[in-house]
Each structure stands twice: as C-alpha cells, then as structure tokens.
C-alpha cells in the first residue's frame, strides 16, 4: 500500500476511528464493533492487544490487509465470513460459502435441548442425535460439547457444508462422536434417535430480496429458501422426524417469527406431542418450538 493509503501513518486507535467512521457512514448497523473486530484481526491482536498497542504505528502491509477488509465490509459481507470464523455457543466455528453464518438466535435450539434432558435426567446418557441441514454442525457440535456421552449425524444436501462441519468437529475433538452425511434432510436415515435438531430453511421465497445484505447477498440461498410460505422443509422433516425418533424423542425446530403455531400444527399432524410452549429468543421472538413422540 502506498504512503498515501487512507490508514498510512495512522495509529493502531487512530485507524479503529477511521474505519468505524467509514463504515457509520456506509450504513453498517454496528461500525464501532466491526472496526475493533477486523483491525484486530489485520493485525493479530486481540482486544487486550488492540489496548495496549494503541499507539503504534500501522506498518504499509498491515494497512494492505485492513484495506482490503474493508472494501469487503463495505458490500455488507459480514465480518464473520471475511474472517472466516464465526463463535457459536462458546466454540469458534469455521465457515464456507456453503453455509449460513451461525446466528445467537439458534442457541435457542441448544438451551432448549439442554433443559429436557437435563430436567429428564438425560443428559448424561448416550444418547443418540442428529441435526437435519447441520452446515456448519453448529447445533449437533454445541450439543455434543455439553453432552458427554451423546453422539451425534449432521445431514446437509451439499458436500460443502458437510465438509466445513467436519472440519470443525475434528477442531473441537469431536470428531469420535460425530458423523455427516449427504442427504436431502433425514431421507438416508435410519433410526430410532433420542434427540432430532433442526435449523432448515424457512424464509418466504418472495421475502428473500427483501431481507438484509449481510443475509442476502452473502449466505446460500439453499440455506435459505423455504418456499412460498416459508413452509416447505418442515412439511418434509416433521413426518421423517417422526418416524425416526425413538420413544420418547424430542424434535427441536428453529422457526422463523412468525411460523410457530403452524410448525406446532405440522407436529400434531405428524402425532408428535407438544410438551412445552414455544421457546422465545433473547429478543421475545419464538425461535424454537419442540415436540415429543409419546411413548406407547
């Protein structure tokens, strides 16, 4: 980068302010943040290190690389995919273009997860589960960090995605436990499964270009797409889900806003029992709704 580069010169603090202003002024929701985050990551520093370097000098290749996240930043490609890596129920997870970015919305499904077994004295056991459209195994690999005893199948219809889980579940030691396969949801399934977890697709087809650039623009539309209502993947797992579930199973569906109460009714179709209300996210939205196969 030349001498006369927007962060030539700059301070480590110095450039944080610059590119936060740039990005304030570019329509990014959370500038201060991202800026914190992707300077930290040109240059190596975590936020103790970004504190106490404040001010030294930003060095010509340094400033290449914060240059070049922030053209990207700029198209709203989301600071997790530029930096390739994304936190989720407190493990760092790799991402693809394959997969969606991991969202604190879906620690709903875990926390729910968690609290039937472990109020039904499950949790312990060796139980055995599988998360539906896994991507990046964030669900199935969070479950199985707090279920010692539990092995988990992450099924994905695309290779991709099943290879960034894999990926990850051989960097969290978690490998022995897990395994993936291409399918189109549970259709290469056999069961019976204690626990059965899934995130599908569920926007409205028509909603698509309406929704933010971070989302639009930049994770798969497969990932995505649920159809004209928003419907279709839960009208396809429910009666899998129900046939694969063991006595007494749990399925654990992400919904969208505003889908729990047809979700809940695509469950009693399928004559699965809704055991407990819909769990609402940290926003009030309900997020997870849940559903048992009543033991004959």
Not at 132 to 160: K, R, W, Y
Not at 276 to 287: V, Y
Request: proline share 4%.
């Amino acid at each position: 980068m030349s001498a006369g580069g927007p962060f030539a010169g700059l301070t480590i603090e110095a450039a944080r302010r610059v590119l936060a202003s740039q990005l304030r002024a570019n329509g990014i929701e959370s500038p201060d943040l991202d800026a914190r985050m992707l300077i930290g990551a040109a240059l190596g520093l975590d936020h103790t290190g970004l504190a106490t370097q404040a001010s030294r000098l930003i060095t010509g290749v340094e400033e290449t690389t914060i240059v070049s996240f922030t053209q990207r930043r700029m198209t709203h490609e989301p600071v997790a995919r530029i930096l390739g890596h994304k936190e989720f129920w407190g493990l760092d997870l790799r991402l693809s273009d394959a997969t969606l970015v991991p969202r604190p919305d879906t620690e709903t499904v875990v926390a729910a997860a968690l609290e039937i077994l472990q109020n039904e004295s499950r949790a312990t056991r060796a139980l055995r589960i599988v998360d539906i459209g896994t991507g990046s195994g964030a669900i199935l690999l969070a479950l199985l960090s707090e279920l010692p005893n539990a092995t988990g199948i992450g099924t994905d219809i695309s290779m991709a995605a099943l290879a960034t889980a894999e990926l990850n579940a051989l960097r969290l030691g978690l490998a022995g436990r897990s395994s993936f396969v291409q399918c189109d949801y549970a259709a290469a399934l056999s069961g019976p499964f204690d626990l059965i977890v899934s995130n599908p697709p569920y926007i409205r087809s028509a909603e698509i270009a309406s929704l933010d650039r971070d989302v639009r623009d930049h994770d798969p539309h497969l990932a995505l797409d649920g159809g004209a209502d928003g419907l279709d993947a839960y009208r396809v797992i429910t009666p899998q889900a129900a046939t694969l579930l063991a006595p007494d199973g749990v399925l654990i569906f992400e919904v969208g806003h505003d889908q729990s109460t047809q979700v809940s009714a695509l469950m009693r179709t399928a004559g699965l029992t809704l055991s407990s209300s819909p769990r609402a996210d940290l926003g009030g939205t309900f997020r997870a709704v849940m559903g048992r196969k009543t033991a004959i």
